[in-house]
């Protein structure tokens, strides 16, 4: 039967600018081979056994639940910080497109969203400690 995950597809219309932003959010780049159907390009974080897809196409579009706020939409990916909010200020600091101005607390911890070249939300997140 299955046994894990092997990748998680982000679809993005400049791979290399994907990479660039992706990249400056932590993770490295993995493989990046050219084929018959595209550039095969993957990132993934140090340590961790799970790759993402950088693969040309057009990216995706949440919608909030209804009456929320446009911000309250999850992101295509979840990553969390040991330090969101000097994390945050490093991504800001670098013209990272961020969807609010500083992290937002809730009762699982900190909260912000990331948002890439091609719209695509990533969610950053630092959880309480216990």
Known sequence: ???????????????????EFYTALG??????NAW?????LTIGF???DFDVLLWPGSAGKGKAAPGAPDISVPGV???????????FAELKARGVALAEPEPEEYPFGLRA???DPDGNRVSLRQQKRR
């Open 1 to 19: 039967m299955f046994s894990k995950i092997m990748f998680a597809t982000l679809f993005v219309s400049d791979q290399d600018k994907a990479l």
């Open 27 to 32: 993770f490295e780049k993995r493989d990046d």
């Open 36 to 40: 018959a159907e595209g550039r095969f």
């Open 46 to 48: 140090k340590g961790q």
């Open 77 to 87: 990916l979840f990553i969390e910080s040991e330090d969101l909010r000097k994390d």
């Open 113 to 115: 969203t990331a948002i």
